[in-house]
């Protein structure tokens, strides 16, 4: 199947011939997180909400599939794209259209990065109060239609907390433009909050208003070596509570991921944190570096002395900051262990230790000699589980995926913390919620996308 000619012409005629992109030049170019990403042959870069529109009105009208993509960093597959479908990227609506210190608002077009949005908000001692590892990559349209996370949603939510306002194109080129600058805005139903999460399947987001935040202040980081999981969410608790220190990260790793880290980047100086099985990296800033690293320290002796932690090691300089951050946010487990499979779930914080000790057991005791390798956010209880064995797994996910979601909700947790449904997990939605909600999310989308060219096959079935 490909795009028709006619259809081609059109979009061309729209945003101009140097904006489209053919087969041959996408299979040339990196598709990002998901090796299928470029398998449409056609990409169209529209450059304002006007071009927008008018390829999902020519899009409809022909009934061409269209699959929107920001960075390509999505972890679930929902920017997969297959040849008949028209790619629509945001890369060309970048622009940051206006930032306001006092009222602590920005107006931005989906295509700007995080990164971009972070770095205009620092000029202003601002923060966009969200980070996550793909930040150079990721865009915001990309990161609302996921609902994103990270390692500040603990303090400002996930990306869904963060939006004002939405533009948004629907599937027949009509634009909803819901552009609010004010936290309070009770008029009728927010109907664009719906597609914050709708991974592209019910509209393509055009621009976006954010709430921003004041940057933190001077921060300390430390390395701690965990005398086990509910220690580790002892000493979250105690943290998460100190007014002298304002906690600005709690990333969860496994001993085996730091530990593949360390010798995949050659990082050194950890050998007595990788005994122990748990490491967490906290951060936490106060008026002053000193400030932060006193306030740190304290909670680190008090935790020793009540034997939460085994070892730790405070950061004395950038270089050091930077490798506890790379042991953390590095892929080697993926590289050194290919054919893995990813499970992004979370619990309440106080459930996690009992949760996290019963998925293991299960995925232990498989006869494919499962190995676990474990990071997270462990200030929302959300953790990542890479599950990999000495041959691939990835064609026993669903098999896999029943040991690890077995008793999430006897635990009151999700399956999908923050990477969405995409392709991963749509068996895992359509076995896990509940008839009465897949029913509305299927009416909403047939509502609003009734001949299915937005982002089709993505979460919901075909
Ligand atoms: C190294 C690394 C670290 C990561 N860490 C985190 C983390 O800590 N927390 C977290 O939540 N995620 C994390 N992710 C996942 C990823 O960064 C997020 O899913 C991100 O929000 C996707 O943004 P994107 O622009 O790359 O979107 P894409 O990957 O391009 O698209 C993702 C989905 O959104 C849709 N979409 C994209 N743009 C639009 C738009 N303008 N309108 C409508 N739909 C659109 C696509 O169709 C697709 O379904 C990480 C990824 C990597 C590679």
């Given at each position: 199947m490909t795009v028709p000619a006619a259809v081609i012409d059109s979009l061309a005629d729209i945003?101009?011939?140097?904006?489209l992109r053919h087969a041959a030049d996408l299979r040339s170019r990196d598709p990002g997180i998901h090796p299928d990403n470029f398998g449409g042959d056609l990409m169209v870069r529209p450059a304002e909400t006007g071009e927008l529109s008018r390829v999902l009105a020519c899009c409809h009208a022909a009934r061409v599939a269209v699959v929107p993509q920001g960075?390509?960093?999505?972890?679930?597959?929902?920017?997969v794209s297959r040849p008949g479908q028209v790619i629509v990227s945001l890369d060309r609506m970048n622009r940051i259209e206006a930032l306001d210190p006092v009222s602590r608002t920005v107006q931005v077009g989906a295509g700007v990065t995080l990164a971009a949005l972070a770095a205009q908000a620092a000029e202003h001692g601002?923060?966009?109060?969200i980070d996550l590892g793909a930040r150079d990559s990721a865009t915001i349209g990309g990161m609302i239609s996921t609902n994103a996370g990270g390692a500040s949603a603990f303090r400002h939510g996930t990306m869904r907390d963060r939006v004002l306002g939405l533009e948004v194109v629907l599937a027949d080129g009509a634009v909803l433009s819901e552009l609010g600058l004010v936290r309070k805005r009770n008029e009728g139903l927010q109907v664009e909050r719906i597609f914050a999460g709708a991974e592209g399947t019910l509209g393509v987001i055009a621009r976006a208003t954010l709430s921003l935040v004041p940057a933190d202040g001077p921060a300390a980081t430390a390395m701690v070596g965990l005398r086990d999981l509910a220690a580790g969410v002892a000493l979250a608790d105690t943290l998460l509570r100190n007014r002298s220190l304002t906690l600005t990260a709690l990333e969860l790793m496994s001993a085996n991921h730091a530990a593949t880290v360390c010798r995949s980047c050659a990082l050194k100086g950890f050998d007595e944190l990788l005994a122990t099985p748990y490491l967490l990296l906290v951060a936490g800033s106060a008026a002053s570096s000193a400030a932060a690293e006193a306030a740190l320290v304290a909670e680190l002796e008090a935790a020793a002395s009540l034997e939460l932690i085994l070892d730790a090691v405070v950061a004395q300089n950038e270089a050091q900051r930077a490798a506890m951050w790379r042991m953390r946010e590095d892929w080697a487990v993926d590289r050194e262990y290919p054919g893995g499979i990813w499970f992004d779930v979370s619990v309440p914080l106080a459930q996690l230790p009992g949760y996290l000790h019963s998925a293991s057991a299960r995925l232990k005791g498989h006869p494919a000699g499962l190995s676990v390798f474990v990071i997270g956010h462990l200030g929302d209880g959300n953790v990542h589980l890479t599950v990999n064995a000495a041959q691939p797994v990835t064609d026993r996910y669903e098999e896999i995926a029943e040991l690890v979601t077995a008793d999430l909700a006897a635990y009151g947790g999700s399956f999908s913390a923050e990477h969405g449904i995409g392709l991963e997990k749509r068996a895992t939605l359509q076995r896990l919620v509940s008839p009465v909600k897949l029913a509305l999310m299927r009416r909403l989308k047939d509502a609003l996308d009734p001949l299915g060219i937005m982002n089709p096959g993505k979460v919901l079935p075909d």
């Amino acid at each position: 199947m490909t795009v028709p000619a006619a259809v081609i012409d059109s979009l061309a005629d729209i945003v101009g011939r140097e904006a489209l992109r053919h087969a041959a030049d996408l299979r040339s170019r990196d598709p990002g997180i998901h090796p299928d990403n470029f398998g449409g042959d056609l990409m169209v870069r529209p450059a304002e909400t006007g071009e927008l529109s008018r390829v999902l009105a020519c899009c409809h009208a022909a009934r061409v599939a269209v699959v929107p993509q920001g960075g390509r960093t999505g972890l679930a597959g929902g920017a997969v794209s297959r040849p008949g479908q028209v790619i629509v990227s945001l890369d060309r609506m970048n622009r940051i259209e206006a930032l306001d210190p006092v009222s602590r608002t920005v107006q931005v077009g989906a295509g700007v990065t995080l990164a971009a949005l972070a770095a205009q908000a620092a000029e202003h001692g601002l923060s966009p109060g969200i980070d996550l590892g793909a930040r150079d990559s990721a865009t915001i349209g990309g990161m609302i239609s996921t609902n994103a996370g990270g390692a500040s949603a603990f303090r400002h939510g996930t990306m869904r907390d963060r939006v004002l306002g939405l533009e948004v194109v629907l599937a027949d080129g009509a634009v909803l433009s819901e552009l609010g600058l004010v936290r309070k805005r009770n008029e009728g139903l927010q109907v664009e909050r719906i597609f914050a999460g709708a991974e592209g399947t019910l509209g393509v987001i055009a621009r976006a208003t954010l709430s921003l935040v004041p940057a933190d202040g001077p921060a300390a980081t430390a390395m701690v070596g965990l005398r086990d999981l509910a220690a580790g969410v002892a000493l979250a608790d105690t943290l998460l509570r100190n007014r002298s220190l304002t906690l600005t990260a709690l990333e969860l790793m496994s001993a085996n991921h730091a530990a593949t880290v360390c010798r995949s980047c050659a990082l050194k100086g950890f050998d007595e944190l990788l005994a122990t099985p748990y490491l967490l990296l906290v951060a936490g800033s106060a008026a002053s570096s000193a400030a932060a690293e006193a306030a740190l320290v304290a909670e680190l002796e008090a935790a020793a002395s009540l034997e939460l932690i085994l070892d730790a090691v405070v950061a004395q300089n950038e270089a050091q900051r930077a490798a506890m951050w790379r042991m953390r946010e590095d892929w080697a487990v993926d590289r050194e262990y290919p054919g893995g499979i990813w499970f992004d779930v979370s619990v309440p914080l106080a459930q996690l230790p009992g949760y996290l000790h019963s998925a293991s057991a299960r995925l232990k005791g498989h006869p494919a000699g499962l190995s676990v390798f474990v990071i997270g956010h462990l200030g929302d209880g959300n953790v990542h589980l890479t599950v990999n064995a000495a041959q691939p797994v990835t064609d026993r996910y669903e098999e896999i995926a029943e040991l690890v979601t077995a008793d999430l909700a006897a635990y009151g947790g999700s399956f999908s913390a923050e990477h969405g449904i995409g392709l991963e997990k749509r068996a895992t939605l359509q076995r896990l919620v509940s008839p009465v909600k897949l029913a509305l999310m299927r009416r909403l989308k047939d509502a609003l996308d009734p001949l299915g060219i937005m982002n089709p096959g993505k979460v919901l079935p075909d």
